[in-house]
T-cell receptor, first 110, second 115 residues
Framework: SQQGEEDPQALSIQEGENATMNCSYK?????LQWYRQNSGRGLVHLIL?????REKHSGRLRVTLDTSKKSSSLLITASRAADTASYFC??????????FGKGNQVVVIP | EAQVTQNPRYLITVTGKKLTVTCSQN?????MSWYRQDPGLGLRQIYY???????DKGDVPEGYKVSRKEKRNFPLILESPSPNQTSLYFC??????????????FGPGTRLTVL
């Protein structure tokens, strides 16, 4: 299936440390998106990386994509308590449908 | 302000009593979608719509209906709710395009409990 699978599923780090999450998927994609969800709220789009891109930056976020390994990673540098949230990857094919994974829960300890 | 709104935000109902959750977006987006979120299962797509009068099943459509009569609205209908439809529901919208998969904007969620 196209569904993303995040790893690790839970991560606890100290404020100021970097947080790295991985996402794997099984089919070819047009792009891959990462979203954040604060407890019980709607998802917020973080970053989109296209299948012909290998790395993308947005503020403290860095996303990589390796289509040969069908994997992506999200790095949050210099984490803050406000980064505590669940993070979802969503591989996307040509039909506009996003196949969300189960999410990765990140806790940043002040 | 660009946004997706859902109503109601919270709903407690009983088995078999028909209900509708409304979703509206003000961004002139073609694509709209409904998801449900359950612990340990992540977000699963219920139905989606590529444009007015064009709807299609997602991964878990059983027990749900949708309609897309206007571009801005995409209501989710539960004709006969059952307890296994207790969940957190999200509506989302986005542009469409040949490159596929644009940023989706999510509503705040509707927490539904079916007794």
């Amino acid at each position: 299936s196209q569904q993303g699978e995040e790893d690790p599923q839970a991560l606890s780090i100290q404020e100021g440390e970097n947080a790295t999450m991985n996402c794997s998927y099984k089919t070819s994609i047009n792009n891959l998106q990462w979203y954040r969800q604060n407890s019980g709220r709607g998802l917020v789009h973080l970053i989109l990386i296209r299948s012909n891109e290998r790395e993308k930056h947005s503020g403290r976020l860095r996303v990589t994509l390796d289509t040969s390994k069908k994997s992506s990673s999200l790095l949050i540098t210099a984490s803050r308590a406000a980064d505590t949230a669940s993070y979802f990857c969503a591989p996307t094919g040509g039909n506009n449908r996003l196949a969300f994974g189960k999410g990765n829960q990140v806790v940043v300890i002040p | 302000e660009a946004q997706v709104t859902q109503n109601p935000r919270y709903l407690i109902t009983v088995t078999g009593k028909k209900l509708t959750v409304t979703c509206s977006q003000n961004m002139n987006h073609e694509y709209m979608s409904w998801y449900r979120q359950d612990p340990g299962l992540g977000l699963r797509q219920i139905y989606y719509s590529m444009n007015v009068e064009v709807t299609d099943k997602g991964d878990v459509p059983e027990g749900y209906k949708v309609s897309r009569k206007e571009k801005r609205n995409f209501p989710l209908i539960l004709e006969s709710p059952s307890p296994n439809q207790t969940s957190l529901y999200f509506c989302a919208s986005s542009r469409t395009g040949s490159s596929g998969g644009h940023e989706q904007f999510f509503g705040p969620g509707t927490r539904l409990t079916v007794l």
